[in-house]
């Protein structure tokens, strides 16, 4: 597309990134009707290319409104767009361009202020959120249902393994994963020594800096991100081969440090030599999946399982852990338009309750489509999202494979 | 140009408001929508409606358009908005019908090979909705637009040498004209009106003698076999020297596509063709029976032997041929992200086939003038191709020579017995080229253009001069 | 001839008086009731221009139809809707200003898929120039093809620019003994099924197929569907489209019915069926007019008299909606602004202007 930056951005270095994915976009249109927020809406500009365009409107000087927000605001960031893109048009940079300068533009109201620093800080707070999903679970039965659907019963993580390797890897300590659900790390690092690396857990306030940069909290986001490669620092000069991330929507996150950080004098090349390191366990296990396989116990459960966005487009990690599942001999079955994101996109379940709900029963109609017995997946975000829909048991699939080397 | 007064604003206000009244949430007019209504693909130079409304039945179609007549105010009709000429550029303003909710399959009526669908309907959600019975539309312009788009436009494909173009396979229509009447032009008869064809009069109006609803289409068989086949060539004249020769001897291609070097890599790029050269390349496809498809194979085999062509890859399984064929019908992205951040005229010359190689030289040598880059592609099989010519609309230079070739390759057409459109139609930007092809008879269109629409609301400014 | 007729169309104009258009008159029967002077088309003839490897053939008015397919066969070409002569000089102009096709019409197109171009002196005496010869044109209106089937009635058709097809390489038909309905089937799964057909014709219990294409294609399809060879095969659809078959000459009053192709088979009169089901001929009298029309209105078409009927003058324009009506007359006076020619309402046979 032809651009012509406004001053007030132009010769920015957001400006000039911003301006070379505009360039890319053609207009073409094959990323909209693969969009699910077009798909539940059906109008042009809740799809990528009416996004896009919005974005340079907004960045060409045209003033932004309320209006322009909620059309940024309802994308899920999920980046289906990307993968359908013959012209690799980089939208989730671009969106977060986009949305940072409208942002600043309209402003928010008092209310969805509070709202979104309430969830940061929630979900952010380690304790608070600990606890709170500790009181969740105690008066779970006394919930009514819709909240019930958010706090699910604590599978029980069993015990970290003590056996200490030569070969070690760190995983991320995960803000909202270890309280909703413990065991997907505790499965992670029984399966890593299995393998013959130790799995180390370096506690730095949790939270790779993914959801405080969705909800536009730069700095704190860029706090977060110093924090970990802090604590990880001695580690990785210690020789650790891998940063694991557990959720696929950290992984992205890490993978994402060297561009994030690369106009921090102090951090830019630490964090190049993180993203370097950082892995979606789907990879790391992948890689010792030769040992591992012989190991297993089969299992021919019907099972499906939902690859989130963020592995499939973010990360364009494609049918790594699918094939894994079916060397262990589950019944992997046919899901209809995996592709699509399930509604749970982060935070954006709370933000836009009735997209999220929507894509969600279409993502569990799919899912079930075929009689499974349960449902895999790969980030905790879309597992709580999809478990308060069903009464199938939806896991990692870290903790399938876990159950079947036990 | 004409000769449309601008409604006042206090007309377009109260029209708004009345039309807000009706359609609620369903009458839009934030600058963001208007903006996306306010062009087609191409030259993206907008003029914004003033409002755009979503009908979803004929009722509230006409509804808006007497609306708007009374009023004297534009009614711009939109499907899409893939069209290429600048036909859904609001020049004065006005209200823009956005048909993409009427988009149902009424009825398909597979024994009768016909179908009837509302305009909204696109041409891909038609050929996946019917594709359980063993039917397809056939017609495919390279965007995914509206059938009654299509329709407005008299939209053709890849195949129209075997299948024909919108005007040999729309049976009637629905049509809300200009005073707000719903008429019905053919029936399921798939030879009959009585009295003058008016669907053939309707199709290809660009909007301007009123607003298409229904489209009965005419549907075809898939074939027992498909066969597609990739042929490269050294020299562009020899590809195109296969083609008239084919032609000439009637071998029945369903498809014979041309691409030149240029387009090639783009597409080799853009697409991710694997094992071709960018050299000047033929697709093709053969319908028919296994017997039948063999022996056109070998026909053409002869053919391209002859003038020097390479081996065939052959494409026959579904997806390959699918790939083949989606890198065809993304000639055009593939063209635009080529050079990103340019621009693009795709010229449009249709030529008696005996002198598509003059032509296509001519065109060439254009080019050669020019110091930008330009590729060709086409479906020669019917004396038709394009020529993308991609400038940096920064430069005013190279804007002007992308003007100056554009408007030399279509007179060069027409000197030679052809046209300067033969499927993306006038819009605005080729009213002087049509009147240079067509002289005085304009006078007639202009004149049934003024009896049927004598307000000049529909589309006004497009299609026919008015001066 | 062109100034002349120009000449006189103006004189008529300027002293209201009316014009009326002829070729031959094989289709007279057909055609509006001429009133005034009558200009002969057949002093305009010739072929214009004809490159066979162009596949256009540009001709006059007032050649006839057989000097044009004689020039295109000798060619190895053909006008492919195999248009009715109905008479041994009819002409290229009448053929296009009546619309009629033959046999390979529902197989390959109709006269306005095959009409290029078409130049025409207006009623107000110009001489203009719609289309052109090239396969794809979207300049403008498809005025080209509203002169299709137009009788006269907006114009003097002076010159007409066609596709040509090359002739079939070979062709062969077989012969069916079935009941209609069970033709009926047949010729629309057929051809569904992608059979090289180039005709049908369902008449006295015995349905015709006529196969024609490159030979392998013809001759599976003869082996998958079997039949009886029909010897003189030529000779025969010659003279069916001509409709010099008996079928044609016991009728006293001749119904033409066009409708969808898979409308059941009326049985309590005597029909011919061909264009695979689309075309009916309907052998009628004064009681079983109506519910000819009520049948065919049914099966989502029209019915009307060929040939025999009282009382059917102005029934086309009368089958019209009252927008409808309005939209022809406003055409209508777009061409022939002082009525030089007569109107299409005027005319005496409906049914070839639903010929298409
Ligand atoms: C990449 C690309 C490839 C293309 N390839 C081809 C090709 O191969 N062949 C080809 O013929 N064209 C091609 N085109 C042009 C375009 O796709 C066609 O013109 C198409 O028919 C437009 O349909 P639409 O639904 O987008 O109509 P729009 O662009 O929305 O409208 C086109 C015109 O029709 C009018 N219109 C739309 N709907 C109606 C209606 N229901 N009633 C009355 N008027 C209406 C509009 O007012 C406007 O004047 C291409 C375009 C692109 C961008
Ligand atoms: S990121 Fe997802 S929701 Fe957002 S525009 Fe792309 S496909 Fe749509
Ligand atoms: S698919 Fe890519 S190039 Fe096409 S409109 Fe979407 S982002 Fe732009």
Redesign the interface.
């Known amino acids: 597309m032809q651009t012509n930056l406004a001053p007030f951005i132009k010769d920015t270095p957001q400006g000039i990134e911003a301006d070379a994915i505009l360039r890319s976009c053609v207009h073409c249109g094959f990323c909209t009707a693969t969009c699910p927020t077009y798909q539940v809406l059906g109008d042009e500009l809740d799809g990528p290319r009416g996004r896009i365009y919005l974005i340079k409107q907004v960045l060409e000087g045209a003033e932004p409104t309320k209006k322009t927000q909620q059309h940024l605001d309802r994308c899920l960031t999920c980046r289906n767009c990307e993968s359908a893109c013959p012209s690799g048009v980089q939208y989730g940079r671009l969106v977060d361009i986009g949305r940072s300068v409208v942002e600043e533009k309209v402003g928010r109201t008092a209310l969805e202020k509070a709202t979104r620093a309430t969830l940061r800080k929630a979900l952010l707070n380690k304790p608070l959120f600990n606890t709170a999903m500790k009181i969740g679970r105690a008066v779970r039965p006394l919930l009514p249902s819709a909240l019930k659907a958010k706090v699910q019963p604590l599978r029980n993580a069993g015990t970290w393994p003590t056996a200490q390797h030569a070969r070690t890897m760190i995983v991320l300590d995960n803000c909202v994963q270890n309280a909703m659900s413990p065991s997907i790390d505790f499965a992670t690092a029984r399966v890593l020594d299995k393998a013959g690396v130790t799995l180390k857990w370096v506690s730095a306030g949790g939270c790779c800096g993914a959801l405080s940069h969705h909800l536009n909290a730069h700095d704190e986001a860029v706090t977060k991100v110093k924090a970990n490669i802090d604590a990880w620092w001695p580690l990785i000069e210690a020789g650790a081969e891998a940063i694991v991330g557990t959720a696929s929507g950290c992984s992205v996150m890490l993978k994402d440090y060297g561009h994030f950080m690369q106009h921090d004098a102090a951090y830019a090349e630490k964090a190049k030599r993180v993203a370097a390191l950082s892995k979606d366990v789907s990879e790391v296990i992948a890689a010792e999946w030769p040992q591992l396989k012989a190991k297993v116990k089969a299992s021919s459960d019907r099972i499906s399982y939902h690859p989130p966005c963020t592995l499939q487009h973010g990360m364009k990690l494609k049918g790594g852990v699918e094939a894994m599942l079916k060397d262990i001999g589950f019944d992997l079955l046919p899901v209809a338009d995996s592709h699509l994101c399930c509604g749970s996109a982060g935070t954006y379940s709370v933000l836009q309750p009735t997209i999220s709900e929507e894509l969600k029963s279409r993502k569990l109609k799919s899912l079930t489509a075929e009689g499974p017995s349960q449902i895999a997946t790969s980030n905790i975000g879309c597992m709580t999202h999809l478990q308060s829909g069903t009464t199938l048991p939806v896991k990692h699939w870290i903790e399938l494979l876990d159950e079947r080397l036990a | 140009m004409l000769v449309f007064e601008r409604p006042s604003e206090t007309a377009v206000a109260s029209a708004v408001d009345a039309l807000r009244k009706d359609f609620g949430e369903r009458a839009v007019t934030s600058h963001s929508v208007r903006e996306h209504h306010s062009h087609g693909e191409g030259m993206r130079d907008a003029g914004l409606p003033d409002v755009v409304v979503f009908p979803e039945t004929n009722e509230e179609v006409a509804s808006i358009v007497k609306l708007c007549n009374q009023a004297r105010i534009p009614v711009i009709a939109f499907g899409t908005g893939t069209s290429l000429e600048g036909h859904l550029k609001a020049l004065y303003g006005g209200v823009c019908i956005d048909l993409s909710r009427m988009n149902n399959i009424l009825q398909v009526n597979a024994e009768d090979l016909d179908c009837r669908v509302q305009a909204g309907v696109t041409r891909e959600q038609l050929n996946a909705e019917i594709r359980s019975t063993g039917l397809f539309f056939p017609i495919d312009p390279g965007a995914n637009a509206s059938l009654g788009g299509m329709s407005a436009t008299r939209a053709s494909g890849t195949n129209a040498v075997r299948y024909g173009t919108m005007k040999e396979n729309i049976l009637g229509l629905t049509v809300v004209t200009p005073d707000g009447r719903i008429i019905k032009t053919g029936t399921r008869a798939r030879k009959s009106s009585a009295g003058y064809d008016l669907t053939r009069l309707y199709v290809g109006s660009e909007g301007t003698l009123g607003i298409i609803t229904e489209i009965q289409l005419k549907l075809y068989g898939v074939p027992e076999r498909i066969s597609a086949a990739v042929c490269q060539f050294d020299e562009l004249s020899n590809a195109v020297n296969v083609v008239i020769t084919a032609m000439q001897l009637g071998i029945p291609m369903a498809r014979i596509e041309l691409l030149d070097e240029v387009q090639m890599d783009a597409c080799i790029k853009y697409s991710k063709l694997e094992g071709f050269a960018a050299k000047p390349t033929l697709f093709m496809e053969f319908h028919g029976t296994d017997a039948y498809v063999a022996e056109q194979i070998e026909q053409m085999k002869s053919i391209t032997a002859d003038y020097g062509g390479s081996d065939y890859r052959f494409a026959d399984k579904p997806e390959d041929r699918t790939k083949l064929w989606k890198a065809r019908h993304d000639a055009y992205w593939a063209g635009m992200s080529y050079k990103p951040g340019n621009q693009a005229f795709a010229t449009d010359s249709c030529v008696p086939i005996s002198r598509l190689a003059d032509c296509i030289a001519a065109a060439k040598a254009e080019i050669a003038k020019t110091s930008l880059t330009c590729m060709i592609v086409g479906h020669v099989g019917d004396g038709n191709f394009h020529v993308q010519i991609s400038f940096n609309p920064d430069n005013a230079q190279e804007r002007e020579q992308a003007e100056t070739a554009a408007a030399q390759i279509a007179r060069i057409a027409i000197g030679m017995g052809g046209t300067c459109t033969g499927e993306h139609g006038i819009g605005i930007h080729k009213l002087d080229a049509l009147k240079e092809e067509h002289g005085e008879a304009v006078d007639v269109m202009r004149t049934i253009k003024k009896a049927l629409d004598p307000n000049n609301i529909m589309n006004p400014g497009k299609t026919i001069p008015m001066n | 001839m062109i100034e002349t007729w120009q000449q006189q169309i103006k004189a008529a104009a300027a002293k209201g008086e009316k014009l009326a258009i002829k070729g031959s008159g094989s289709k007279s029967f057909l055609a509006p009731v001429r009133v005034g002077l009558t200009l002969d088309t057949r002093s305009h003839a010739g072929i214009v221009e004809y490159?066979?490897?162009?596949?256009?053939i540009v001709v006059k008015c007032g050649t006839r139809v057989a000097d044009v397919e004689k020039a295109m066969a000798d060619a190895g070409q053909m006008l492919a809707f195999e248009p009715p002569h109905f008479g041994d000089d009819s002409t290229i102009g009448g053929t296009v200003a009546a619309?009629i096709?033959g046999p390979r019409?529902?197989y390959a197109?109709?006269v306005?898929?095959f009409v290029l171009g078409a130049k025409v002196i207006?009623g107000k005496g110009?001489h203009?120039?719609?289309g052109?010869?090239?396969?794809?044109?979207?300049?403008?209106?498809?005025?080209s093809?509203?002169l299709?089937?137009?009788f006269g009635s907006l114009g003097v058709i002076t010159e007409v620019a066609f596709k040509c097809?090359?002739l079939p390489k070979a062709q062969a038909t077989r012969v069916f003994e079935m009941d209609a309905a069970t033709a009926i089937e047949a010729m629309?799964r057929w051809?569904?099924?992608?059979d090289?057909i180039t005709a049908t014709t369902w008449v006295d219990g015995k349905l015709h197929v006529r196969f024609a294409?490159?030979?392998?294609?013809v001759?599976?399809?003869v082996q998958k569907r079997g039949g009886e060879a029909l010897v003189n095969d030529v000779d025969w659809w010659r003279d069916w489209r001509e409709q010099r078959h008996a079928f044609f000459a016991s009728a006293k009053e001749l119904h033409r019915v066009?409708?969808?192709?898979?409308a059941p088979a009326t049985d309590d009169m005597r029909t011919a069926i061909e264009?695979g089901g689309?075309?009916r001929w309907v052998h009628a009298d004064e009681a079983s007019a109506a519910k000819i029309r009520y049948q065919a209105s049914r099966?989502?078409?029209?019915a009307s008299v060929w040939r025999g009927g009282a009382s059917t003058h102005a029934s086309?324009?009368q089958?019209?909606?009252d927008?409808?009506k309005d939209?022809?007359a406003?055409?209508k006076?777009?061409?022939d602004p002082y009525n030089v020619f007569p109107s299409?309402s005027s005319s005496a046979g409906?049914g070839a202007?639903?010929?298409?």
């Open positions: 490159d066979p490897k162009e596949l256009v619309g096709s019409r529902a197109g109709a306005r898929d207006d110009d203009l120039s719609f052109g010869k090239v396969m794809k044109n979207v300049a403008g209106f498809d005025v093809r509203l299709v089937g137009s097809l090359p629309n051809y569904a099924e992608a090289p294409g490159a030979e392998p294609a001759n599976t399809a066009s409708c969808k192709s898979t264009w689309a075309l099966a989502g078409g029209y086309a324009a089958s019209l909606s927008p409808l939209i022809h406003k055409i006076a777009s061409f299409l409906e202007r639903q010929g298409g």
